[in-house]
C-alpha cells in the first residue's frame, strides 16, 4: 500500500502549515482521517490540531483554562507595533475578558431584535436589485456579483458609510484576514498592514463626520461614538473588525450555500416550496461549508482534553471544519438535510466567544438564498469555479453561473 494514501499514516503526518494536494478543494477526507487516528494531532511546530465535535465545544466554553488573546502569536507573526498586530490584539474576537466582556456588550448591545427588524427591508431592496442585475447580465459570477456585495451594503449600511465610499471595502477586509492564514508571505504581510492603514485613516474622516452631524437610532458608529468606555483606538480596530467579521465569513456563507443547492436540486426545490425551512437550511449550509474553519486557544492553566494532558503555554487550533462534519455528533454527517434538527454546529464558535454578529448573518443567508432560488429558478452554475486556497476561511474567489 502507498503509505500517502493510508487515513492514519496520512493523520499522523499532517502539517497545517504545509497542507497536502487537494487539502484547500476538499480538506474534510483529511479532516475524517484525523478524527479517527489522531484527533488530538501533535502538529510539526508543537501546536495542537483538534478536530472532534466533543472537544471543541468544551474548550470553547471553557474559559478557566483556554485563552483568546494571541499577542505572543501575532507579535511572532506580524511584528510588535505594526499595523495588523495593533488590529488584531485590539479586535474583539482575540481577547478575553475584562476587554472582551465590556466591547462585545457595546457591540451586541446595538444588533437589539428591533436593530435586526428595522434592517430586513434594506436587505430584502439590497438583495432584490442584485437579483434584478443578475437577471440582465445572464451571465455573471455568483461571489462578485452577488455574494460579495450584500454584506458591503449591510455593514456599510450599519456603519453609515456613504455609497460612493464602499468600493475599497472589500479588498480591505480580504487583505486582513487573509493574514491570519497560516502562510503568509512578505507580499500578503504588506497587503495586510497597509490595508489596516488605509481603512482606519478612512475611518477617522469618517467618525469625524458623525461627531458633527449624528445618525438615527440605528447607526450603529454613532451609538458606539456614545460609548465613554471606548478608546479612540478601540472604537476604530472594532470597526474594522465589524466590516471584516460581517463582510468575508458571510459572503462565503452566502456564495458556498449557493453552490450547496444548486449542486442539490431536490433541496433547492425544496426551499422554493417550503420558505419556511429558510432558517434550517442557513443552519446547514454554516454546518456542511463552514465559512470560518479554524480557530485557536492558548492554554493557561493545566487542563486534559480528548484524553491528552496539556500544559500552559500549548496551543491549539480549533477545527470546526472538521467538527461540523462529527458522525459522534451529526447523523449522516456528509449529507446536506436543510431540514436537520438537532444542528448543534460550531460555525459561529460557542459559549462567550460566540459570534457577536451571527444574528445579522443568519438574517443575511436566509434572505439571500431563499429569494435567488425563489426568483431565479433557471438559476445554475458553470464550470470554472475556483476556491480560494485558505484553510481558515473557506469559500470561492469565483463562482460563474448563469441563467
Known amino acids: 500500500m502507498n503509505e500517502t494514501r493510508d487515513p492514519a499514516w496520512r493523520a499522523q503526518h499532517f502539517d497545517p502549515a504545509r497542507p497536502p494536494a487537494g487539502f484547500y478543494a476538499d480538506p474534510?477526507?483529511?479532516?475524517?482521517?484525523?478524527?479517527g487516528f489522531a484527533p488530538v494531532h501533535r502538529c510539526p511546530d508543537g501546536s495542537y490540531f483538534l478536530t472532534r465535535h466533543a472537544d471543541l465545544d468544551a474548550v470553547y466554553r471553557d474559559r478557566a483554562h483556554f485563552s483568546s488573546d494571541k499577542k505572543v502569536?501575532?507579535?511572532?507573526?506580524?511584528?510588535v507595533g505594526t499595523p495588523l498586530y495593533e488590529h488584531h490584539t485590539t479586535s474583539l474576537v482575540f481577547n478575553d475578558p475584562p476587554y472582551h466582556t465590556r466591547v462585545r456588550r457595546l457591540i451586541v448591545g446595538a444588533l437589539t431584535p428591533q436593530a435586526l427588524k428595522a434592517l430586513e427591508p434594506g436587505v430584502v431592496t439590497v438583495v432584490d436589485g442584485l437579483l434584478e442585475h443578475l437577471r440582465e447580465l445572464r451571465h455573471f459570477d455568483l461571489v462578485s456579483d452577488f455574494a460579495a456585495a450584500i454584506p458591503v451594503e449591510v455593514i456599510g449600511n450599519l456603519l453609515g458609510v456613504p455609497r460612493a465610499e464602499r468600493e475599497p471595502l472589500r479588498d480591505w477586509s480580504l487583505a486582513i484576514l487573509g493574514a491570519l492564514e497560516n502562510q503568509?508571505?512578505?507580499?500578503?504581510?504588506?497587503?495586510?498592514?497597509?490595508?489596516?492603514?488605509?481603512?482606519?485613516?478612512?475611518?477617522?474622516?469618517?467618525?469625524?463626520?458623525?461627531?458633527?452631524?449624528?445618525g438615527d437610532e440605528h447607526?450603529?458608529?454613532?451609538?458606539l461614538l456614545g460609548e465613554p468606555e471606548l478608546t479612540a483606538t478601540e472604537l476604530l480596530q472594532n470597526c474594522v473588525f465589524l466590516l471584516n467579521a460581517g463582510h468575508e465569513t458571510t459572503t462565503n456563507l452566502i456564495a458556498s450555500g449557493l453552490q450547496l443547492f444548486l449542486t442539490h436540486p431536490q433541496a433547492a426545490q425544496r426551499l422554493r416550496t417550503e420558505p419556511g425551512l429558510a432558517?434550517?437550511?442557513v443552519e446547514e449550509c454554516l454546518r456542511l461549508e463552514s465559512p470560518n474553519q479554524l480557530g485557536n486557544r492558548l492554554v493557561v492553566q493545566p487542563v486534559s482534553v480528548g484524553g491528552v494532558d496539556f500544559a500552559p503555554g500549548d496551543y491549539l487550533t480549533l477545527c470546526i471544519g472538521a467538527a461540523n462534519r462529527d458522525p459522534a455528533e451529526f447523523a449522516r454527517p456528509d449529507e446536506f438535510d436543510i431540514a436537520r434538527k438537532p444542528n448543534r454546529h460550531l460555525a459561529f464558535a460557542a459559549g462567550a466567544h460566540a459570534c457577536a454578529g451571527m444574528a445579522v448573518a443568519r438574517l443575511e443567508g436566509q434572505i439571500a438564498l431563499t429569494r435567488a432560488l425563489q426568483r431565479l429558478p433557471g438559476l445554475r452554475l458553470r464550470d470554472g469555479a475556483v476556491r480560494a486556497a485558505r484553510a481558515r476561511f473557506r469559500g470561492f474567489v469565483s463562482l460563474p453561473a448563469e441563467l
Open 73 to 79: 502569536v501575532f507579535g511572532a507573526k506580524f511584528g
Open 184 to 214: 503568509l508571505d512578505e507580499t500578503g504581510r504588506a497587503r495586510g498592514n497597509t490595508a489596516v492603514r488605509d481603512f482606519t485613516a478612512y475611518l477617522e474622516t469618517l467618525i469625524e463626520r458623525r461627531r458633527r452631524e449624528p
Open 219 to 223: 447607526d450603529l458608529l454613532t451609538r
Open 28 to 35: 474534510y477526507p483529511m479532516y475524517a482521517a484525523l478524527r
Open 279 to 281: 432558517a434550517t437550511a
